[in-house]
């Protein structure tokens, strides 16, 4: 079993349509969950962080966490074509942190 | 911009070629970090630094050496690599290497030929 699982995609979606990103980790000890935004070509950058059961917004994403379920998700309300991009799970425990190999999103217009 | 920078950016060698990898961060972070991309890969760790000290070697071959001689500054030494380690090399920093957000630089794109 992979340590941080997502579906390869492609994930296409038409403009204005929300964007429903899904991650699930088999280390029941994990601690903190990001979610990280590559472009083609680019090294990734930070979207969000989340800590704590439940749901955390800015924006136009929010980060949904389930412990319990072992699973972390991120919305995209209101998707752009600027959005496509290749979106990175990634779980911390202590100083370990483990990317997944990242759910590509397509935009369509 | 985030404040970590990569030098070069993009890097073609030989088998027999030694070369260097730059990073250098400006957020005064204390742990700083080499990761390898590859394609349909995971992002792999290589190593940690935290206040200058190496605190991760992931089972890295020794035909990558690391070097930090300070908390700001980061290196990457090549030798005698092989095609396969042709990928896009990640340096990052965090506050410390307690599990914080870390912060990518652009990345050197590795070529091996």
């Known amino acids: 079993q992979k340590e941080v699982e997502q579906n390869s995609g492609p994930l296409s979606v038409p403009e204005g349509a929300i964007a429903s990103l899904n991650c699930t980790y088999s280390d029941r000890g994990s601690q903190s969950f990001f979610w990280y935004r590559q472009y083609s070509g680019k090294s990734p950058e930070l979207i969000m962080f989340i800590y704590s059961n439940g749901d955390k917004e800015d924006g136009r994403f929010t980060a949904q966490l389930n412990k319990a379920s072992q699973y972390v998700s991120l919305l995209i309300r209101d998707s752009q074509p600027s959005d496509s991009a290749t979106y990175l799970c990634a779980v911390a425990r202590g100083n370990k942190l483990t990317f997944g190999t990242g759910t590509q999103l397509k935009v369509e217009l | 911009e985030t404040g970590v920078t990569q030098t070069p950016r993009h890097l073609v060698m030989g088998m027999t070629n030694k070369k260097s990898l730059k990073c250098e961060q400006h957020l005064g972070h204390n742990a700083m970090y080499w990761y390898k991309q590859s394609a349909k890969k995971p992002l792999e760790l290589m190593f940690v630094?935290?206040?200058?000290?190496?605190?991760e070697n992931n089972s890295v071959p020794s035909r990558f050496s690391p070097e930090c001689p300070n908390s700001s500054h980061l290196f990457l030494h090549l030798h005698t690599l092989q095609p396969e380690d042709s990928a896009l090399y990640l340096c990052a920093s965090s506050q410390d290497g307690s599990g914080n957000t870390i912060y990518f630089g652009e990345g050197s794109w590795l070529t091996v030929v």
């Open positions: 630094y935290n206040f200058k000290e190496q605190t």
